[in-house]
């Protein structure tokens, strides 16, 4: 992470949506509207999926005390959206 399979597959025919995994590190953030953005003005189109954002109160990155906060998972929920994504899957750490 962070990537999106249409780095690999979007042209194949067997392949029909694109899932897109940011990681779970807040400096991030810029991915979760970049790669959502990216698979919307891909050919052919293919409706994508946020697959794995920030699952709440996980660490921060590995090794760190600080957790994702719910007003982060939030953020991380609804820019994928409002960037094309088709929906959003949800985790929770703990």
Not at 18 to 23: A, D, E, F, T
Not at 34 to 55: A, G
Not at 61 to 88: F, H, K
Request: proline content about 6%; some cysteine.
């Amino acid at each position: 992470a962070p990537h999106s399979g249409s780095r690999f597959y979007q042209a194949e025919d067997w392949y029909d949506f694109n899932l897109i995994q940011v990681g779970h590190v807040a400096a991030y953030k810029d991915y979760l509207h970049l790669l959502p953005f990216t698979d919307y003005n891909l050919k052919p189109v293919k409706p994508s999926i946020m697959s794995e954002s920030w699952y709440e109160n996980h660490p921060n990155t590995i090794g760190e005390t600080r957790r994702l906060t719910d007003q982060e998972i939030r953020m991380a929920s609804y820019i994928p959206l409002l960037q094309g994504c088709i929906g959003q899957t949800y985790g929770a750490h703990g």
